[in-house]
């Protein structure tokens, strides 16, 4: 069974940011946070991962709080084709990735 | 390289029949993962390989189900005998140890 817990949706308006939260309480010192997105008819697409510092690529930013109980991932400045299925994942090692149902994002013109 | 590579895109099958995917990974990725996805779901995980050896299987994955990876490049999913309960979406993602899945664009199957 996933670990995590997110919203089942969201909705940001075009151009905000998108805060996606994910609580994942149970998590263990080695375990990582990963999120992935889905867009209608495709695979999923890694995103970004981190332990228990923020990290930041080019598509968005993850915040993982101190006691690494929750994360929130940030795209800055969304656009409709940021529009998707967004899964937030914990993994130890490499254990193959275990999936929820993620939190469905629509970006609003 | 195009990436993870999938086919068929879609199949129709009549009940009790069996059926055959095939996946093509990235060509330097040594890991293999095979998921089934229904409508409203996250992706579940079916089983996966590093190189040619299959190093796990869900307990989903019932004895009518069977994956191969022959010589460590492409792979094969095959269902014997469908049931209208195998219709979904099978996904395959492949790695390289310990970093990210690329995915496919999958596979869905209909059982009718």
């Known amino acids: 069974d996933a670990k995590t817990t997110q919203p089942t949706s969201m909705d940001c308006a075009e151009g905000r940011a998108a805060n996606l939260p994910c609580n994942h309480s149970t998590i263990s010192g080695n375990e990582y946070v990963y999120w992935y997105r889905q867009i209608h008819s495709q695979g999923p697409q890694y995103i970004i991962h981190g332990l228990k510092n923020n990290e930041t690529n080019e598509m968005a930013s993850l915040i993982i709080t101190e006691d690494r109980k929750s994360s929130t991932l940030i795209l800055p400045h969304a656009t409709l084709r940021d529009t998707a299925v967004y899964y937030c994942?914990?993994?130890?090692?490499?254990?193959?990735?275990?999936f929820g149902k993620g939190t469905r994002l629509s970006v609003i013109a | 390289d195009t990436g993870v590579s999938q086919d068929p895109r879609h199949k129709i099958t009549k009940r009790g029949q069996n059926v055959t995917f095939r996946c093509d990974p990235i060509s330097e990725h040594n890991r293999l993962y095979w998921y089934r996805q229904t409508l409203g779901q996250g992706p579940e995980f079916l089983t996966y390989f590093q190189n040619e050896a299959q190093l796990e299987k869900s307990r989903l994955l019932s004895d009518r189900f069977s994956a191969e990876r022959p010589k460590g490049s492409f792979s094969t999913l095959e269902i014997q005998r469908t049931e209208q309960g195998d219709s979904a979406m099978y996904l395959c993602?492949?790695?390289?140890?310990?970093?990210?899945?690329?995915f496919g664009s999958g596979t869905r199957l209909t059982v009718v």
């Open positions: 993602a492949s790695s390289l140890v310990g970093r990210s899945y690329t």
């Open positions: 994942i914990v993994r130890v090692g490499d254990t193959p990735l275990v």
